[in-house]
């Protein structure tokens, strides 16, 4: 395992469009993060997992954001009804319970025109 | 979590040790100090963290001052591989969410 999987990298798509983000965690991480980041700032939370539960979520996360990670591996995260406030780059991070060892993955670059 | 200051930019030459400073003046007794790194296009990768004592890693070194209200993220040897956008957070390890929170960070750039 070489780390944190992100897919697809870069997405393109129309105002009103619905997006969904798929991210693979180290395997033995049995705690998944999503972050938001726009150009120029730092990554901003969004939501985290431990296993297959959902355990906080951002103010960031509006209704029409939704995550999941049904069976404590993977992850996806939707956008629904993409607005162009959305266009960011996506990253999802895995640890293994509260320890230092946060790994990110290479993000998705998110475009809405 | 404590909020933490780090200056915009700096610039650095190949070769030469590059010093970052972060302050954390207002940092409690059980947070840590984290540094993390990002790299143009990639996501976060961490680089060091400690409590009080001085850290050191195959990557860099962590000093942080008797009364913890600043420290210096130092690369030894800069390369041009280095520059990127440094990250100073301080964070109780245990707390919920375990989330970090990223500030503006310092965008180093390294020169031949």
């Known amino acids: 395992d070489t780390g944190v999987s992100q897919d697809p990298r870069h997405k393109i798509t129309k105002r009103g469009q619905n997006v969904t983000f798929r991210c693979d965690p180290i395997?033995?991480?049995?705690?998944l993060y999503w972050y938001r980041q726009t150009l120029g700032q730092g990554p901003e939370f969004l939501t985290y997992?431990?296993?297959?539960?959902?355990?906080?979520k951002s103010r960031l996360l509006s209704d029409r954001f939704s995550a999941e990670r049904p069976k404590g591996s993977f992850s996806t995260l939707e956008i629904q009804r993409t607005e162009q406030g959305d266009s960011a780059m996506y990253l999802c991070?895995?640890?293994?319970?509260?320890?230092?060892?946060?790994?990110f993955g290479s993000g998705t670059r998110l475009t809405v025109v | 979590d404590a909020k933490t200051t780090q200056p915009t930019s700096m610039d650095c030459a190949e070769g030469r040790a590059a010093n970052l400073p972060c302050n954390h003046s207002?940092?409690?007794?059980?947070?840590?100090v984290y540094w993390y790194r990002q790299i143009h296009s990639q996501g976060p990768q961490y680089i060091i963290h400690?409590?009080?004592n001085n850290e050191t890693n195959e990557m860099a070194s962590l000093i942080i001052t008797e009364d913890r209200k600043s420290s210096t993220l130092i690369l030894p040897h800069a390369t041009l591989r280095d520059t990127a956008v440094y990250y100073c957070?301080?964070?109780?390890?245990?707390?919920?969410?375990?989330?970090?929170?990223f500030g503006g960070g310092t965008r180093v750039l390294v020169k031949p």
């Open positions: 991070a895995s640890s293994v319970g509260t320890g230092y060892g946060y790994t």
């Open positions: 395997s033995e991480h049995n705690r």
């Open positions: 997992f431990q296993n297959e539960a959902q355990l906080e």
């Open positions: 207002t940092i409690s007794g059980n947070e840590y």
């Open positions: 400690g409590l009080k």
């Open positions: 957070i301080v964070r109780v390890p245990q707390a919920a969410g375990n989330k970090l929170t």
